[in-house]
């Protein structure tokens, strides 16, 4: 498992998340609508892909749910998530994303 990117982050400051679990046109527009909902607040994405905005918390299709869970959960360490999106869309198998979110946020 790489480190995270950004650990630099200050401990209980509110963060926003977005998993975006959709495919690549619907993931862009959640990722462009959520960003402007309280700007002010610190964006995070979980995705396959790095997004065009926000940090990026890397989720990796080949490891297992808990390899992935444990990633985003030390990159998210001391944050407190005050509010999260997810993307429903079938045509993209991303269940474990998807369950990612449930837990977490």
Known sequence: MPPVANLSHEPGKAVR??????IAEL?????AHFS???????LCVVSEFEP???EWI???VHRSFEQNIEYV???LAGRRI??????YDRRAAMDGLRRAAGVLA
């Open 17 to 22: 998340v977005v998993f975006a679990s959709g």
């Open 27 to 31: 993931n862009r527009a959640m990722l």
């Open 36 to 42: 402007a909902i309280e700007p002010e607040v610190p």
């Open 52 to 54: 065009e905005a926000g």
């Open 58 to 60: 890397a989720w990796h």
């Open 73 to 75: 959960r030390t990159a």
């Open 82 to 87: 005050v509010s999260a999106a997810v993307a």
